[in-house]
Nanobody, 123 residues
Framework: VQLVESGGGLVQSGGSLRLSCAAS????????MGWFRQTPGKEREFVGA????????YYADSVKGRFTISRGNAKNTVYLQMNSLKPEDTAVYYC?????????????????WGQGTQVTVSS
C-alpha cells in the first residue's frame, strides 16, 4: 500500500485544515487507517484511527472534539478535518494503514506509513 498525504500548510490559531491521505496498491476498504503526528525530538503521537468499515473511530484526548477522521472507500482516501487549531498542533502529520485493525494503528504498529505533511499553526 502506498500512502500519500496532502493538505498541510500554515494556518492561524483557531483556523482549520483538512488533511487527505490517498491510498493505492491494495484493497483500501480492507484496511484500518489512522493519523499520527510528530515534532522534532519527540515520539510519534497517535491522533486518530478509523476501522475498515468506518464504524469504529478513536481519537487522542488532545484532539477530541476538534478533529474528525473519516474515509471515502470509493476514493481510497482517508481525511482528517482539523478545527480550532492550536500552536501545539504544529507537527508533521502521518497517515497509517493496517490490515489488522485499529488496535495496531493505535499502538503505532501499522503495516504502512505515508511520508508526512507539515502542519504549522501560528499564534
Amino acid at each position: 500500500v502506498q500512502l500519500v498525504e496532502s493538505g498541510g500548510g500554515l494556518v492561524q490559531s483557531g483556523g482549520s485544515l483538512r488533511l487527505s491521505c490517498a491510498a493505492s496498491g491494495r484493497t483500501f476498504s480492507n484496511f484500518a487507517m489512522g493519523w499520527f503526528r510528530q515534532t522534532p525530538g519527540k515520539e510519534r503521537e497517535f491522533v486518530g484511527a478509523i476501522s475498515s468499515s468506518g464504524v469504529n473511530i478513536y481519537y487522542a484526548d488532545s484532539v477530541k472534539g476538534r478533529f474528525t477522521i473519516s474515509r471515502g472507500n470509493a476514493k481510497n482516501t482517508v481525511y482528517l478535518q482539523m478545527n480550532s487549531l492550536k500552536p501545539e498542533d504544529t507537527a508533521v502529520y502521518y497517515c497509517a494503514a493496517d490490515r489488522g485493525g485499529t488496535a495496531n494503528i493505535r499502538s503505532a504498529k501499522a503495516d504502512y506509513w505515508g511520508q508526512g505533511t507539515q502542519v504549522t499553526v501560528s499564534s
